[in-house]
């Protein structure tokens, strides 16, 4: 099935195939749809892809688990046997490959095995080693047009319009986003309550901002989702009415979400940001 994808991107995914590198790194911003880009590639080579995944105590874990050198050996293993046939081998949160796995991988590639393929697949690909990063093609995939999305919801026959208002604000331009948003309550309502959490942690209160800091705390994933749901609100701001003021805050919370990404002190980042 083909994805939706924004005119830019498809031409080059369509420019790739035609000189399929055998190292591809997928990535763009959370909810665009990168590891349905990446079986789409595998889909126009006519390969049915193998698809790496993080795990943790051996069980897949899109939460916390990583790559291991251990997944990475097994990987190498798997491709060995020459074939005649294309071999595509997706590695999903490729930026969870330690650096033992991530030197397991550039073996891999300095002992190419004909018509192996490897597609990486990360929004955060700055996590990655820079021997890896210099080794890959890199596809950067950019968010669908505003009247792209609007065309999904009415797929997705979304027809309330205060819900519709409320799905283009939050994902606006990432359509896989924008589906999980639509097909799973739970995950609407969790992405709702941290929309308004972000809200109250720009417009609240000292005291209401240090206690969202406090219930936080422990999370480093909903924390930079409630990073990245502030810049939206932010950057929503900006294009209403452009302030140096709201310019300077999208700054320090970038700063933050950075802080924070590289395994900081979550409630004293939070704090600081709003002190």
Known sequence: MKPILNPASEK??????????QSLLITGPKGVGLLTSAKYVAELLKVKPTIILPEKDEKIDLESGIITVDIMRKVADSVKTKSVNKNIIIIDYAERMNASAQNSFLKLLEEPNDNVY?????????????????????????????DQSVKLLDDLKVKDDT?????LFM??????ELTRLVNDDDYFKKSSDIMKDARELLQGKLYQKLLIAQRYKDDRGMTLDLLTAVTKILKHSIDNKPQIDTI????IVLKTYQRIEANGNIRLCLAYMVL
Do not use: E, H, W, Y
């Not at 080059?12 to 590198?21: F, G, R, V």
């Not at 994902?171 to 896989?176: E, M, R, S």
């Not at 300077?248 to 700054?251: F, N, Q, T, V």
């Open 12 to 21: 080059i995914i369509l420019a790739t195939i035609n000189d399929m590198p």
């Open 248 to 251: 300077k805050r999208i700054d």
């Open 171 to 176: 994902a606006n331009g990432l359509p896989a």
């Open 163 to 167: 819900k519709r208002s409320q799905l």
């Open 118 to 146: 490897f597609i990486l697949v990360s929004n955060s690909a700055s996590k990655l080693l820079p021997t890896t990063l210099s080794r890959v093609k890199k596809i950067d995939i950019k968010p669908i047009s505003s």
